[in-house]
């Protein structure tokens, strides 16, 4: 009922806009339109141009626009209703009836009209804008970094959306062209430099980083900037994300430490990729991990005969089966529910799937945990690790991949010794099998179970304190896409024998970690979250490497992988050495360690 009344009501509005513009361009013109020898000629124009204002009106649908978002279209519309509802009664009582109307009353009608129908409609536009503005005072005051088409539609989102308990205040740009203008009424105040001095100054709540199409490395610069600041941050997820999304403010997510790290997307050679993976039966270990389960969400894509999903825990297993079957439901999935170190089970799977190509993920990794549980360490990560690339070997495989971890260099660990242990033999593995073996070897990924910032998200949601070992603890991180799409990429590389170390970028401090987690969380460190330092746990040690002494360092054709020198690795004492290990498991720690310790020479025990 109230959009009939509304509707009737705009059509009224239109219509005494087009008889009553059309007698002030009479008035204007012969100051008494109904006097003689008039009357006749205003009566059959304002007629014929009533009947060509409703036509118009119903044709451009000026009465069922919401003009409480009026646009550039709005407008538009407004203009073409008045223009033809000018143009055509001029014409017809010029050409049908011969009357000479002058010109300008045709310009004045039109004038009059676009005035009339525009006019109340963006007084109300305005009302609105004001009144929702002035509705939602108490909610956040955002600050939108970006003075561009996402920035001006997050802002527009912003101010017409009362649900959202967000208002902008304005704009930061580094166009020296928009300093000092404005858009939608919101003030550009200046550049990133100018950050901080606006934050305080305006009182701000909210951060927005409205920069799609910005590159990596400068959201990360801004960021840094924005960290200085008290105010939360939030930022527009890449272009693509947002074209698939609804709304511009439903995409606007929390800043997070993946945003910190400031690389750019990888450059990935999918040719290659496609020439080991597609049509091939690819076996993946571990494929309910971390890492597992990002190779097989990243190998579907290339489309592989067949995917073996091979895992001992049927939940995470299912997870990564469901998921897939969902988004790629033309992929042919086998499940296998397997232990690595269940050899016999090893061979029936490769006797069954006959997999070309193999990307050994399943390991034992927690450092702490594997210093109080050595021998398990050794029978997954170098037993499992054995059973899985003999079996590759005896059955054929074209490539094995595995997955290692820079503890494995220097190592101070139980965990990155048993895989410094496997990555010598399958490079020993490698001189006498027609498998290709490779290792690629990289630091922290960033969310991976049992890492450090799912910690530090559940000690800041309960309120704090976060832990942290030591203030000079530095890690390398790298985001778990990007990490698995560099190690698909080096498997292309693969000519037998090498170790591929991944470009991490620049070492990060954890503490630094934990402080930008609590920012960007809303807080302050040290004020509403306190970082504790807990000391060095056993295993663990200050700085990580990536290229033991004797591995030199060369380039590859991608500028973020590079290999490390294969090492001279004398099999037939390898695996005595290997054997010698079989014996002590079970045994005391120490025992275990002294075996270790004459396997890997660089070995430190710090426990």
Known sequence: MVAAYRTRFLIALDLS?????????????????????????????????????LFCTLRMKLHLRIWQYAGVSEMFSILSAALWTGLLPYAAVNILFGWNVPKLILLHHMMGMIFMMAGPRLLWRAFCDKFSTRRRKGSHRALIIGAGSCGTLIAKELLQNETVAVVPVGFIDDDPYKKQLSVYGLPVFGGRDDIPRITETEDIDEIIIALPSVSKSQISHIINICKSTKARLKIVPDLHELIQGQGAVRRVRDVSVEDLLGRDPIRTDLAH??????????????????????????????????????????????????????????????????????????????????????FHAAAHKHVPLMERNPSEAIKN?????????????????????????????????????????????????????????????????????????????????????????????????????????????????????????????????????????????????????????????EGEKLYEELLTNEEGLSSTVHDRIFIGKPMQINRTELEFEIRKLEQVLGQHPEQIRAVLKHLVPSYRNVS
């Open 273 to 358: 990729i496609a020439n080991y993976v597609e049509g091939k039966t690819v076996l993946v270990t571990g494929a309910g991990g971390s890492i597992g389960s990002e190779l097989c969400r990243q190998i579907a894509p290339f489309a592989p005969d067949k995917l073996l999903l091979l895992g001992h825990g049927e939940n995470s297993i299912y997870l990564i089966e469901m998921e897939l079957l969902n988004t790629f439901p033309d992929l042919r999935i086998e499940t296998v529910i397997a232990d690595v170190q269940d050899r016999k089970r090893l061979e029936d799977v490769f006797a069954k799937y006959r997999p070309q190509v193999v």
């Open 381 to 537: 990560n170098v037993f499992g690790t054995k059973n899985v690339a003999e079996c590759a070997d005896l059955f054929g495989a074209e490539r094995f991949v595995f997955i290692s971890t820079d503890k494995a260099v220097n190592p101070t660990s139980i965990m990155g010794t048993t895989k410094r242990i496997a990555e010598m033999f399958i490079q020993s593995l490698d001189k006498h099998s027609k498998t290709k073996y490779v290792a690629v070897r990289f630091g922290n990924v960033l969310g991976s179970r049992g890492s450090v910032i799912p910690r530090f998200k559940e000690q800041i949601a309960k309120g704090g304190p976060v832990t942290v070992t030591h203030p000079e603890m530095v890690r390398y991180f790298m985001t778990i896409p990007e990490a698995v799409q560099l190690v698909i990429q080096a498997g292309a590389f693969a000519k037998g024998g090498e170790i591929f170390i991944l470009d991490m970028g620049k070492p990060v401090k954890i503490v630094d970690l934990a402080t930008d987690l609590i920012r960007l969380s809303g807080y302050e460190p040290g004020i509403d979250i306190d970082i504790q330092f807990s000391g060095i746990r």
């Open 17 to 53: 806009a087009v008889v009553l513009s059309l007698a002030v361009a009479f008035w204007l013109q012969t100051s008494s339109p109904w006097m003689e020898p008039r009357p006749f000629m205003w009566l059959t124009y304002a007629l014929l141009a009533g009947g060509v204002g």
